[in-house]
């Protein structure tokens, strides 16, 4: 089991940033691979940047050269640093992390999410 808090979200002007943290407890130390989902109000749940457990990351492509996804893997603690940030980034952001069993069994957890709000 893995138990994700995440902090730091806020409202910011455009052009602005925000820091979000992932905290992981509970077995974080068999965690493969974290991420930063985010959902807007009547839009589907998007991907937003992943850090695989080997440092590979992924961004969307509406947040790159913005946002940097970082990650501890000693803390269990994913990062995401968002600069220049538009109205189009208000959403409720969402901390991800899966595991792989020995038995090869994938599980799926995610935080309660933080709202990130960009207005003027």
């Known amino acids: 089991q893995v138990q994700l808090v995440e902090s730091g979200g806020g409202l910011v002007q455009p052009g602005g940033s925000l820091r979000l943290s992932c905290a992981a407890s509970?077995?974080?130390?068999?965690?493969?691979?974290m991420a930063w989902y985010r959902q807007a109000p009547g839009k589907e749940r998007e991907l937003v940047a992943k850090i695989t457990s080997s440092g590979i990351i992924t961004y969307a492509d509406v947040v790159k050269g913005r946002f940097t996804i970082s990650r501890d893997g000693a803390k269990g603690t994913v990062y995401l640093q968002m600069n220049s940030l538009e109205t189009e980034d208000t959403a409720l952001y969402y901390c991800?992390?899966?595991?792989?069993?020995?038995?090869?069994?994938?599980?799926?957890?995610w935080g309660q999410g933080t709202q990130v709000t960009v207005s003027s």
């Open positions: 509970g077995s974080r130390f068999s965690i493969a691979n």
């Open positions: 991800y992390a899966d595991v792989k069993t020995v038995a090869g069994l994938w599980y799926y957890y």
